[in-house]
């Protein structure tokens, strides 16, 4: 009989082949929860927390990328404001960040300065 020798072959106790296993599989279980888990749920909790803090007045960042400023709250829902006269209601959960204050003066300029662009006539056109 094959099978004979092939089973006489094997590692006499199974309790050392479970163990190497735990040794082997150990490591990776926490390095995979320090590298991907860890971090992961740090970032969920942090979102969470700032999309509980909102106020009226912030300048937010959606997850498409517009830009806009809180001016009210619905039930699961905010309304932005993203250009004058222009208001638009997200989810809470679509806004994907705060704006800095730098970021946010360097915007109102721009915003200005398009303004007065748009307004003032175009000088040399007839």
């Known amino acids: 009989m094959l099978v004979l020798p092939i089973l006489l072959a094997a590692e006499p ?3 050392q082949g479970l163990t190497s296993f735990i040794l082997l ?3 990776l279980i926490l390095i995979w929860y ?5 971090p992961q749920s740090r970032q969920r909790r942090k979102t ?18 517009i830009l ?19 208001k638009i209601e997200v989810v ?6 705060l704006q800095s204050e730098e970021t946010s003066a360097a915007a109102k300029r721009a915003e200005a300065a398009t303004a007065r ?3 003032a006539p175009a000088k040399g056109r007839k």
């Open 68 to 86: 806009g400023t809180i001016v009210g709250f619905g039930n699961n829902t905010v309304q932005l404001q993203i250009a004058n006269q222009v």
């Open 25 to 27: 599989l150990g490591p």
């Open 92 to 97: 809470r959960s679509a806004i994907s960040g």
């Open 48 to 65: 969470q927390e700032m999309l509980a803090t909102l106020k009226t007045g912030d300048r937010v960042v959606t997850n498409g990328g």
């Open 13 to 15: 106790s199974g309790a």
């Open 117 to 119: 662009e748009v307004s």
């Open 34 to 38: 320090l590298l991907i888990i860890r």
